[in-house]
């Protein structure tokens, strides 16, 4: 049996301190009292959907009131206790509120009453020991207001599916609920007592800590003060900061100070990418070798970090969810004691000794953490997103740090769409009706409500109607219902494979559909055999904005952020925030802008481009012997030029980017990429793909990189609804749709010649369209010095006196 599944521990009212007679003061409720420190069994075998989850809370909330009212005259509901209780350091108030407390013939009763779909004649007095302990909390209070020697405790338990109500009644002395009470207590406060031991060690090395290098370099000192200043003041911030200004540590330091300061009090560093995860745990694993006490905590995904080949969390097939909560709070013991830095390798380490969930045990952690590195999806996507830190939906002190921001465009997008194809619901259909269950109709239904979009498709139609789209969403909530039992019988556990995948799609398209409105269409689409249900999110800037809403204060920064009005827009900026854009640290010397303004590589005319960019790739190559890469918009077009260059020039080493390339691949592929190159090595790459962001290639392992094309995302429904909205809203359209995403690869792509101050390169941009006023004008400052070539022999000399230059 599971008893922790609703398991939440809220920071703000375990940590609810304040100061009071020099003793320091904590709130904690009742209920989360108890369920922190009395947890245990597994986790949960059974299954219920969030969905399911809120209706039941909402449902018994009405239940609630409607056993109180049956309760009579003598039936006081909602009745709120307190409790202080003063030790040498502490000053403790707890508070709870009894679901009901009847007076009758001078005898006392507690009644805790829960709603469940348990059959009755399984529960006892032992089914959850947090729902008596909880009610004998609320005895012992009561008791001790009213001076009463015993008292009896009820626990009701009302079945929603049969209507049927089960009393569990038991009297308790006063002084077993006392010793019961105190042990409780006596537990929770050993563990303050280390947290708050642990809180004066960091805020004492905070006030000490000192930026971590000697000097600022360009741009940095502004970034540093500009994060700080928008935390303090509760803003938002949109940054451009170029490579080498120091991105990390100048959003990270100045948050810390603030956490010393009390401007906020949690940090989350929030990522698209695990490569820039590592930089922000280098970042503080530095701070810390320093003299900073520190406690960061690194949330892995589930499917990633579990130990079993295949993700399933019933304790009969997973021996670290057998019994998890049994030795739960032993390992966040050992591992608060002795860790600061707790990465993936640390949260693997002792979720292996103790035996339970490494997941579980990252997410219980980070509530003790003082900064969370995670993935975007933990703060902003509605389905998965902390709900032990958001749960309520109301503002926290709580500051985000968004890396890479640029990423977060097409990330918000995504999460805040959903789809559905028509093959799984015809799987499950065949599945059931073979089985004669009322399940196979309705997912019957939903396929053939699939063939009637895709004959509307037919016919010209793609854009589905609202009402189209509220009749699936209310097939859907069918569906839901009706799976939910089948899901929780143990045994179809291996038959529900696909229908439990279908459930999880079908519950995450619902959800989505309580957001649409004018910023999205829902539209079907044939794919790979297949059809398409799709609710595309166009506009996700209102969306992230209410996530935003979540913590008090955002730094978004990237070195892409171009143009940064566009990005503050679509990113659920507006007109009070602030943004900043800052010049490139380094030598503008040392970095040259090349463009080749003759060369069209649009569509129609790439066939005759194949051999003209063959022979700029070799002029921009005949400079200086080293490592280039060279981007294209597609593979086919890569390959092509690539084909053409090898049987052209066969003395020069080249590599070629697959199609589908895992970690291992990828890095032997960059470890080509050696110093000091004897001879030239060219690799030729996807723009937007795997080799156009997030690699580093310092000193002279990269010292040229050729991009050819404006990297305008390739032309699809979906981006063509997008131009068709923003033109409509804006009269931007292309802008938003095709301009400013292709630019940004652009970007991203250059980027990676310039990694540190010694760092010297050059970059080549083949396509007429980088000479026009509308592309210059999106250039960022450090690339204002460029020169454009209409010849390769210009082109040529000028390589040639830029590599001489310092010699």
Not at 60 to 79: D, F, P, R, W
Not at 146 to 165: A, F, G, K, R
Not at 312 to 319: E, G, L, S, V
Not at 437 to 449: D, E, F, R, Y
Request: proline share 3%; aromatic share 14%; hydrophobic share 35%.
């Amino acid at each position: 049996m599971t008893f922790s599944d609703t398991y939440v521990r809220p920071e703000k009212e375990l940590l609810n301190l304040g100061t009071s007679q020099g003793k320091t003061k904590l709130n904690i409720s009742i209920r989360n009292l108890v369920e922190t420190m009395l947890r245990c069994g597994d986790i949960n075998s059974s299954f219920q959907g969030t969905n399911k989850a809120i209706e039941r809370a909402l449902e018994g909330t009405k239940l609630h009131q409607k056993l109180q009212k049956a309760g009579g005259e003598n039936y006081n509901s909602e009745v709120s206790l307190k409790y202080t209780h003063i030790t040498d350091d502490f000053i403790v108030i707890l508070e709870g509120r009894a679901d009901g407390i009847i007076v009758e013939n001078s005898l006392s009763t507690i009644d805790e009453i829960k709603t469940t779909s348990v059959p009755l004649e399984y529960i006892d007095e032992n089914f959850n020991p947090l729902h008596m302990a909880q009610a004998k909390c609320y005895a012992y209070i009561y008791c001790t207001d009213n001076n009463l020697t015993s008292i009896d405790v009820q626990l009701t338990y009302y079945n929603v599916d049969t209507d049927e109500i089960k009393k569990i009644r038991k009297t308790y002395n006063y002084i077993a609920l006392k010793q019961f009470f105190y042990q409780l207590l006596d537990k929770y406060l050993s563990w303050m007592r280390i947290v708050y031991n642990w809180y004066a060690a960091r805020n004492s090395s905070l006030k000490a800590l000192n930026f971590p290098f000697e000097n600022y370099r360009e741009g940095q000192r502004e970034l540093a003060v500009s994060a700080y200043r928008t935390i303090c003041e509760h803003k938002k911030i949109f940054v451009q900061a170029p490579t080498g200004i120091g991105k990390t540590i100048s959003t990270i330091f100045p948050a810390i100070k603030a956490i010393g300061e009390g401007k906020t009090s949690k940090i989350f560093y929030l990522t698209a990418k695990s490569i820039t995860r590592k930089v922000a745990e280098t970042c503080i694993d530095e701070l810390i070798k320093s003299g900073l006490t520190f406690k960061y905590i690194t949330i892995t995904a589930k499917d990633k970090i579990c130990f079993k080949e295949t993700t399933n969390c019933n304790p009969d097939y997973c021996q670290y969810a057998k019994g998890h909560f049994d030795r739960i709070d032993e390992a966040i013991y050992a591992i608060y004691k002795k860790e600061n830095a707790l990465n993936r390798e640390v949260i693997v380490s002792y979720a292996k000794q103790y035996m339970v969930c490494p997941f579980e045990l990252s997410l219980d952690l980070s509530l003790w953490a003082d900064l969370i590195i995670c993935d975007y999806n933990y703060v902003f996507d509605p389905t998965v997103y902390l709900k032990r830190f958001f749960q309520l939906n109301t503002a926290s002190d709580y500051s985000f740090l968004v890396d890479e921001a640029h990423n977060l465009v097409d990330r918000g997008r995504a999460m805040f769409s959903a789809e559905l194809f028509k093959a799984p619901f015809l799987k499950v259909k065949k599945q059931y009706l073979e089985k004669k269950s009322p399940l196979g109709k309705i997912v019957g239904k939903i396929n053939s409500m699939f063939l009637d979009m895709k004959k509307n498709m037919e016919d010209g139609d793609f854009l589905i109607q609202e009402e189209a789209l509220k009749k699936l969403c209310g097939l859907l909530r069918i569906f839901v219902k009706e799976a939910e039992p089948e899901i929780n019988d143990i045994r179809n556990l291996e038959f529900n494979e696909a229908l439990l995948e279908l459930y999880f799609n079908a519950y995450n398209f619902i959800k989505i559909s309580e957001f649409y409105d004018e910023r999205y269409v829902a539209y079907i689409e044939k794919t790979k055999g297949d059809v398409k249900v799709k609710m595309f999110c166009l506009d996700p800037s209102y969306l992230l904005k209410e996530a935003l809403e979540r913590g008090q204060a955002t730094v978004f920064f990237s070195a892409t952020l171009t143009p940064i009005d566009y990005f503050r827009e679509i990113l659920g900026g507006d007109e009070s925030s602030y943004q900043i854009s800052l010049p490139s640290p380094f030598d503008v010397n040392n970095l040259g802008i090349l463009i080749a303004n003759k060369i069209s590589t649009k569509y129609l005319s790439r066939e005759n481009s194949y051999s003209k960019i063959v022979e700029y790739i070799y002029a921009f190559i005949s400079g200086k012997t080293g490592n280039y890469l060279v981007f294209f918009p597609s593979y086919k077009y890569m390959q092509e030029v690539h084909n053409r260059f090898a049987e052209v020039y066969p003395e020069i080493e080249t590599l070629l980017q697959e199609g589908s390339m895992d970690e291992a691949t990828r890095e032997a592929f960059l470890s080509n990429f050696k110093a000091k190159q004897e001879k030239t090595l060219i690799a030729f790459a996807v723009l937007g793909g795997i080799f156009s962001e997030g690699i580093d290639l310092k000193g002279d392992r990269l010292i040229g990189a050729v991009i050819v094309g404006v990297g305008l995302p390739q032309l699809s429904l979906e981006r063509g609804i997008i131009q068709s909205y923003f033109s409509e809203k804006k009269g931007m359209g292309f802008e938003y749709s095709y301009m400013y995403p292709g630019m940004n690869k652009v970007l991203q792509a250059a980027g990676r010649v310039i990694r540190s101050e010694e760092d010297k390169g050059l970059v080549l941009l083949i396509d007429e369209r980088f000479s026009t006023s509308y592309y210059k004008r999106i250039f960022p400052s450090y690339w204002r010095r460029y020169i454009e070539f209409s010849n390769i022999e210009s082109l040529k000399k000028f390589i040639d006196g830029f590599w001489k230059q310092g010699k």
